[in-house]
């Protein structure tokens, strides 16, 4: 599998664990003019965007190491935007999430951090 492909399955695996949470997905892969969020969910209280990072191995790091400062401003950009476009869902908290999925030795392990970093 390459790596394009193992990322589009553990977004899929992050919806599916998602939706098994009770959260709602609004959309997956929004995209904007500035960048791209993995998924756009939500729940009672929150709309949360969310970014799924999915590894084979600890060889490089967690995967949550990925969402660097830089990579963390590009997201907060871009769901500041998509919000200006779509100010009724301004009535909820937003919320950044971090979801890891873990792909090692045919065993998935999907690890959620909500509030991964705030603005």
Do not use: P, W
């Amino acid at each position: 599998m390459d790596n394009k492909s193992l990322g589009s399955y553990g977004e899929a695996l992050a919806i599916k664990f998602l939706k098994d949470m009770g959260y709602s997905i609004i959309e997956k892969n929004l995209t904007n003019h500035i960048g791209e969020i993995d998924i756009l969910a939500e729940n009672e209280n929150y709309l949360v965007f969310v970014e799924v990072k999915t590894r084979r191995s600890l060889n490089y790091g967690y995967a949550y190491e990925a969402v660097d400062e830089r990579k963390q401003m590009k997201i907060i950009q871009t769901s500041l935007k998509y919000l200006s476009s779509n100010e009724s869902r301004l009535d909820k908290q937003i919320r950044y999430d971090i979801i890891e999925v873990y792909i090692i030795n045919k065993k998935i392990e999907i690890n959620h951090i909500e509030n991964a970093f705030i603005t």
